[in-house]
């Protein structure tokens, strides 16, 4: 893993663009450190490739502020510390803005807004809502610690204690899926993009129930006081007038179909 110094606040140019007038960073590399683990934002595919939504709108946004792009790869639970650190200048995987979060680093406006969903087997008939999962104690929930599902497992779902042992931590999202499909557990808490997804590439072994668990805003993160983040807002609703993000949103959540 590459660690790099944020660079130095920098005076920008703007260019004109067809939406109006864009800051012009003049080539320079934006590291970017992503967790490759949160289908359809960003994922490896069955070829081994990066690829999703995230990765779809950082090209955008690179070639809109005449910007250069390079990814590392990092887990979830140290994605935060590493950027606030400054040994990123992004962080991309999905992350719900939160005040809490806010403290430590800098978010962009949000560019897309999920709603979290209960993911289970497609047998599954011992529970249908949130209320019947917390009834039954010997039902389990997977989830990486530190994440929303996390929390609103724990404080949505179950009795607030965030040390409950029905809630099984693992690092990654896609950990989560598998033991879920094993019957390792019973239950994924997920925003309703990465779980349609999932759902519509199981034929027939996954399904979401009950309703939905509240809403959330996704953000990408920056070490505090980053000047990437004025920039990368004016792309960002750039290209919400033009259309992209909408594009991307159909392109990644419609038309593509995991596992294919």
Known sequence: MRIVA?????????????DGHMPDLDGREIVVVTENAYPPLQFIDGDGNAVGWEYDAMAEIAERLNATVTYENISWDAMIPAV?????????????IRDDRAEVVDFSDKYMTSEMVMMVRGDEERFADAASFAADDDLLMAAQ?????????????????????????????????????????????TDGTAGNGYVEASDGGLKIIGEKLGTEDFGFIFPKGSDLVEPINAAIADMTADGTIDALNTKWFLDYKLGE
């Open 6 to 18: 944020t660079v130095a606040a920098m005076m920008v140019a703007t260019f004109a663009t067809a």
């Open 145 to 189: 610690p530190g994440t929303t599902p996390f929390y609103v497992g724990v404080y949505d779902v179950l009795d607030g204690d965030e040390a409950n042992p029905r809630i099984k931590l693992m690092e990654t999202f896609g950990a989560t899926v598998q033991a879920l499909r094993a019957g390792d557990v019973d239950l994924v808490l």
């Open 84 to 96: 606030s650190e400054g040994q990123f200048d992004l962080g991309m995987t999905g992350i719900t």
